[in-house]
């Protein structure tokens, strides 16, 4: 199995995202969780990424506090989209494993330096303050990165929280210039993939069938974060957005991209945060990710249901 870490600010999608990790420990051997603030203030997203390991009964996967605010900016969180815990949807008991000691930025730092270069992957899936610090504190780390593959950014797609901006990358785009700047192998889940990963009601009702606590749980979130969607796009369901990382792990086959160079919009008012992807290659730049840009959505979600049936 691939040793990963999970970067993380859960969110229901995140929550989806980190089940499918714990539940394939054949293709994932899950170092530690590190939460960062993003859907919600840093508190919340430590407590919620608890929630989701008790719920999976995985109480001894280490989890770590990380950075309670981006690098240069005010914290931009989501309750209009996840709620105000940023986990609502399913009731689910307060959590009581611990918190592990240490920062999770020193995690990273001490998981990267302690193995093998090359067989450590960062999977950020909020936004890329916890990486970028990392990167800055201990330089030595990018070359020992196996790969980063990171939900954010968007560009034929847009952006979902300005016109130019995708979430994970506007709330930190100085971090996020630093990530993808460093040299380290990157793939990127943009919104041009995840808004094809949509949760349509037999999709829904297939977590919900699977009749454990987990898929009921799962059912209830989406329902719950899908709410803002169907109301606002009248699409068909939720976006499981963070969950593209993880799935890209154990099936990377049910993607497509292209190696093209990204820069990462760090000034401008109107599109700060934008994620500037080559597509056409009409630049010299070196590419520098691989920006998928196609899914195959009923393969994703066969491959999530099957998964988390066995939680
Ligand atoms: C990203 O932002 C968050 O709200 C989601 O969890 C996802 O990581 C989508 O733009
Ligand atoms: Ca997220």
Redesign the pocket.
């Known amino acids: 199995p691939r040793k990963i870490i999970i970067d993380?600010?859960?969110?229901?999608?995140?929550a989806v995202a980190i089940l499918l990790a714990l539940a394939s420990p054949e293709d994932i051997e899950v170092l530690g969780i590190t939460c960062v603030a993003?859907?919600v203030p840093l508190d919340l997203t430590v407590r919620n990424a608890r929630i989701v390991c008790e719920l999976a009964a995985k109480t001894d996967v280490k989890i770590f506090a990380g950075c309670d605010r981006p690098l240069g900016r005010e914290l931009v969180t989501?309750e209009h989209?996840?709620g105000k815990t940023g986990l609502d949807g399913p009731v689910l008991p307060e959590p009581t494993m611990p918190i592990a000691d240490g920062h999770a930025v020193d995690f990273i730092i001490d998981m990267l330096r302690e193995h093998a270069p090359g067989t450590v992957t960062l999977c950020p899936?909020?936004p890329l303050t916890n990486i970028a610090t990392a990167l800055q504190k201990a330089p030595d780390i990018a070359n020992r990165i196996a790969k980063i593959v990171l939900?954010?950014g968007?560009y034929f797609e847009g952006g979902?929280?300005t016109p130019a901006a995708?979430?994970?990358i506007y709330?930190d785009p100085q971090a996020a210039d630093i990530v993808f700047k460093s040299g380290a192998s990157i793939v990127v889940m943009p919104?041009d993939v995840?808004h094809k990963a949509l949760v349509t009601t037999a999709r829904n009702d297939a977590f919900r069938n699977i009749g454990s606590r987990v898929g009921i749980a799962v059912a209830e979130m989406t329902e719950f974060f899908e709410r803002f969607d169907k109301e606002k796009y009248g699409s068909e369901g939720a976006?499981l957005?963070?969950p593209c990382v993880t799935a890209y792990l154990i099936r990377p086959e049910l993607f497509k991209g292209r190696h093209i160079n990204v820069e990462i919009e760090t000034e401008s008012k109107l599109t700060m945060g934008m994620t500037v992807a080559d597509w056409w290659g009409v630049t010299d730049r070196v590419p520098n990710a691989t920006f998928m840009g196609d899914l195959d959505a009923d393969g994703f979600f066969t491959l999530i249901t099957e998964r988390l049936a066995r939680l």
Request: charged share 20%; net charge negative; no cysteine.
């Open positions: 993380t600010d859960p969110g229901q999608d995140d993003g859907n989501a989209v996840h899936l909020g939900m954010g968007g979902n929280i995708e979430f994970n709330v919104l995840t976006p957005h963070d």
